[in-house]
């Protein structure tokens, strides 16, 4: 299975450590959002409107309290469905 076929709920893990690239609110650029090998839960998928051929996720990944954490928006790349497919594995 590929990670453009999984849908709202699937478990899915952070293949590198996901940085802040200045869109999301409250936070500053290059801030630190998930560490790679994070576990999370897709919650949305689509597209945005200047690449409409690429889907987009909305994953909450888990901090180290196994509490859900915001929604970050993902691109495939970023997200890995295997956690030994992860450049580090924590928890």
């Not at 409250?26 to 090998?37: I, Q, T, V, Y």
């Not at 987009?56 to 929604?71: A, C, I, K, S």
Request: with cysteine; aromatic share 4%.
């Amino acid at each position: 299975m590929n990670i453009n076929e999984l849908d709202i709920g699937d478990v899915v893990y952070s293949a590198k450590a996901i940085t802040d690239d200045g869109s999301m609110p409250d936070c500053s650029e290059g801030e630190l959002l998930a560490p790679a090998g994070s576990r999370g839960v897709i919650v949305m998928k689509g597209h945005i409107g200047e690449e409409p051929q690429r889907q987009v996720f909305l994953v909450r990944f888990e901090d180290e309290t196994l509490t859900l954490g915001r929604p970050i928006g993902c691109w495939s790349e970023d997200l890995s469905i295997d956690r030994q497919d992860t450049t580090k594995t924590n928890r």
